[in-house]
């Protein structure tokens, strides 16, 4: 399953990103490979989303390299990652409530239809596309002119999710995707993951749940306060390694007696 | 040489009546090798304009000039800069009993009903039973002052016939022309300035009323005069603004050099302006009457 | 996954719920309240007809562009000081600078438009609300319009633009009127009324249809068909809905905000040609608290005023209802100050109406 | 968390960054600048101070209730037309009706405070912005005033108040001055300049000290308090920060909007009041354009448009701005109409200047 | 530790609660007791927020009864529960960026001192307090002024919570404490509950992972679509049992498969 052996789509670094005064990233290398799941572990603050959105041209990195397919590369905005083959699912979903599943679903890449020397938005091929999709994703849609603002937390997770996939991204990024899913839809994003890696498409997924995980990384690498602490393979670790990697292991000793290991 | 006058006004920034008044100043001032600052309140609000005349005493001129938009907001700054010592003379609106109890030297002008009034008397004499008065400025307190000076002069009571127009042209325009074509028998219009005037001209050429109806205004500019000469409009009322800015330099500036000053007020208005006597005002229409 | 606990809804009251219905009623209710009260004053003649079309279509101008912008998440304050300062610069250049009168429009709008830009820019790059940064700009520009006339004219009314403007070719494309032939046709065959008498005796009681309106309906399609159709209208509505998704998700969303400030002053320079060329004169008090009406018209059409949703169609039938209220009152010979009680009241009733429809759209609570 | 990423940031400056920094140093510049140009033109002498502070004072009344309320999220455009209406009642209940003044001035509050209750009322509960609310209501209340005057005078401008209230109790109050004892003292005593012939000679240049200006400072003082010192002024914050998070801590949100509503309301009530007993008149235009003024004092202060951040003391600093730059332009004959200008341009500087100071604060980003 | 003998503090019985066409809860019981850990449990619209809300004062029940301590009882507003001692950390936490971390501390319930007839809010008192228990919370304040803005989302959690603690609350309700954390937030989080519960306070604990509610809870109660699965004591139910529960059961049982168990 796992393809580690392949060329890494994606290659990051060195990455330095400081805000005015505020270092949030000192130094962070990282890669992705088609068709394996990477997680990016590690404590809030640690500066997981900042990271992704350096990868993802949201931030450009004060500095470091980004190689995208062995070439380096420099995105100046999301649309020339997302062009490039980077689609990201953001922690603060980007799903615009007023406006319909169809709509968000092309956001930014909407399909045109030439009438003469104008070009319109093909609507018919957007509604028929999204409602496949989202059937696929196994959300049956009353109509794709449905505003998302009347779906649920976890149809809209799988809205921005097949959308990424639809576009023939080479690599996926989901922040925190599962964070404030129910069981049932959690493990509906992770076999999602999975479907997708089988694909070939490399996964960046970012969780503060060891089970997560654990469930469907390959690799793992744990961010704390701005550098990595390492990054381990699939199987080389233990959950309860893991587990202390991402607390940053000492204090946590104590709290775990009291509540019988159980977090 | 030198002296400073201030000539404070009640017009927002934008009324252009007021142009005449402040080019007048400026050709007093150069004649007399004086200089002469006009100031107003941006938003014609009078509460405004007494803080100016404040200021205008607290800067210490060798005279003001002021207007009486209204007596009772005015008599105390009015009053208060006499009593520092400036000469005063007053302008334009109020009345020459109203300049004298503020112990200003003189009054230039003419007061607003009294020229509605005159306008009344004369659209009466030439036929008129009913008519519209275009208000483009409702909210100040004198363009109401006219209408009702026209409706006594006409002898209605003024009821529903002015129309509250606001500035816009095209708005002007169709609200004239839906006042018309719902009042059919309407036989007179009054319109209180160019910004009321030029729409209104424009409303009766299209619905072909050019002409057919009696049509009187205040003051000049370059479309009047034009529809003077054609017949569109009967007569227009002319206070002679230049006079207002004029005269009160010159008599300001021959007290501060010699002590020398007419005893009497000056009317500078009411003149008619008809085809008659149009020839000689179109030229400087709008900049110098 | 509500589906079984949600009551159904009919397919009927789907296909109604949409964001121009509330303007849709409210029209439908003018009109027919006007038919009644005002039903034998002319108002429904031709010529009345024409009246409240063109102020209707006036208003229609600056709505269109007002409910562009407000979809995509801003407004400006500045479109009436800006229709007061295209006019004055147009008549500057052409009656004071005698410049070719294209040549004055085309710089007016090129100016107006960069202003637009500015405007845009600095929404964008300060972060600050718009209502500020256009509040600015309504006080510069208007004194700037006022200073500049008096500078160069000693007046604040220029008039002589018409005289300026014969024969040119541009001029006509924004104060002339189109149809005239059929009108006159029409009118030689008795088909529309003739003046009687007077001067324009024998000639059709409506000259042709005003370029004015070809204008308003041009810009209404356009609007609408770019809000519906384009990827770029799909872009208008994520920047106002939500400017950071839209962001991550590449739509360039300061682009879209910036050309929707410049269309706004395209539209407020429409409007200020229109009426120069039509009336011949521009002044510096031209277009006193058209921004608040231009928002008015846009709300009343159902656009949301914090941005991403909203309708060209329903501004526009915001505009008539705007345009036939205000006429009408004076058709039914309404004392006229009461204009302005009429006004704020539909305003109020048809946000409550439209915030009742884009709720039952939305399911937003 | 971030403690050891973070530079620190130094007591001192620490201790400089709050919401008023802006205005305070605004108003340095601004008394800089005109010592320097107009220093010598009698605005800095007794009468000329005396001029510009009743000017700000005026704007600092209603300047207070507008940052109240924009604290509390809220914002209001009927301010000015609520001045014009506010001041028609009072002439019409006294003048036209001969109600005692006292009479005529404390209905004339309570129907003001009632409207201030209905704009808030509908706020809270249709859930609409209360820029489309308050809108209506400039436009209702002003066709109101025009309809009312007309009606009941056939003018719009109605006078003959201060005869009325010669004698009574509570006109003294809003339109009389203070310490002219002390006043009349120092003029006797040559260390003021008093008037020197005309019907005041021998009587000081300033007469004492308005009680606009004394109303400007109670209500500077009881807002401050109010705002940073009580369980109520927590309250308007959370209101404004986020009206949610403070309803489900309990904290009684719509009552506190309202009444700030009504307190606005109340504000333009005191300015109306005192300028028709200190002129004598009432007029259908006054208080044209107030509400722009308003929130521009409040946001030159620092407070933030959106709610939830602001400070009395800014709006108050921000009043005084707006008075020195007015009159001071006029001090320094400078041309009037680049007054809009001016103002437009100090409007933008101060709330970059703000915006910055804020994000040091909040560290928002 | 766990104190289900004693008479329940709070007892919602039967609650329905319906939003226009949308019926939330449909009649749902439950019942809280002095010194335990009540675990609310379900998927993604169960109805969870609404339910913690309805006992919070913010909804009033379309049906059904509150009684708190025995006595029936209506709350018109979230100020009424408050008072009657139960204190709310809600899912969209409810804390104002631009306000002070005392101001927001205080907020609803600010220290007052008389002047003569004046009552002032007494800034040193809330000052002195919030640094005192944030300090106890083990979170030092650079100073009581600072605004929440610039604290983290852990830290945020912190401040609501020992806000509710520190008013000498009955019940304290959380709702989805733990979504957004790190591990160690986690832990520390999940400690604190413990300790209040200790001091004999009700918590009501709402999350979607299995093991944080098996860390901390002594009684478990499973909504699905408005209403209750059924009410389980700890040690009674077993981790996976208490997760088919959460999820419905049936569809899971595939997914698990492909993935290992690791859910
Ligand atoms: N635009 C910004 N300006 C200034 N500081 C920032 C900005 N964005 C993030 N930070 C800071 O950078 C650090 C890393 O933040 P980041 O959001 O990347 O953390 P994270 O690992 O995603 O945390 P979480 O698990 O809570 O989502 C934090 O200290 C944050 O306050
Ligand atoms: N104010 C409201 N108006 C209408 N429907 C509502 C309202 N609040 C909640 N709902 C609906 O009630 C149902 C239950 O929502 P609730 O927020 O209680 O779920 P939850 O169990 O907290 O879910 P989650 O785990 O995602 O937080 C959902 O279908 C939701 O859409
Ligand atoms: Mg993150
Ligand atoms: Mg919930």
Redesign the pocket.
Known sequence: MSASDNAPIIEMVDIRKQ??P?I?LNGVSFDVRPGECHCLL??????????I?TMAGV?KPTSGEIRFLGQPMSFASPRDSMEAGIATVY?DLAMIPLMSVARNFWMGREPQRRVGPLRFMDMKQANEVTMAEMRRMGINLREPGQAVGTLSGGERQTVAIARAVYFGAKVLIL??PTSALGVRQTANVLATIDKVRKNGIGVVF?T?NVRHALAVGDRFTV?NR?RTLGTAVRGQITPEELQDLMAGGQELAALEGSLGGTV | DGERFVFVSHAPDSDSWWNVIKNSLEVAGKQMGVTVEYRNPPTGDLADMARIVEQAAASNPNGIIVTIADYNVLSGPISAAVGQGIPVITVNSGTIGQSKKLGALLHVGQPEYDAGKAAGERAKAEGVTKFACVNHYITNPASVERCQGYADGVGVPLGNQMIDSGMDPAEVKNKVAAYLTANPDTNGIITLGPNAADPTISALNDMGKAGQIHFATFDLDGEISKAIKDGTIDFAIDQQPFLQGYLPVVFLTNYARYGVIPPNSVNSGPGFITKANIEQVEAQAGTYR | MTDERLQQVSKFRRALIRPELGATAGAILVFGFFLVIAGNSGMFALQGIENWTVVSAQFAVIAVGACLLMIAGEFDLSVGSMIGFAGTIIAILSVQLGWPVWLAIISSFAICIAIGALNGFLVIRTGLPSFIVTLASLYILRGLTIWLSIRTTRQTIIGGVKEAAAGDWLAPVFGGKILTGLFTWMGQHGWIATFAQGPKAGQPVVAGVSMLVVWALALIVFGHVLLTRTKFGNWIFAAGGDAQAARYVGVPVNRVKVLMFMFTAFCACVFATCQVMEFGSAAADRGLLKEFEAIICVVIGGALLTGGYGSVIGAALGALIFGVVQQGLFFSGAESSLFRVFLGTILILAVILNTYIRRMITGER
């Open positions: 805000f005015g505020v949030a590690g404590d809030n603050g640690a500066g997981k989303s900042t990271f959105k931030h922690q922040d925190e970012i503060h961010l701005g």
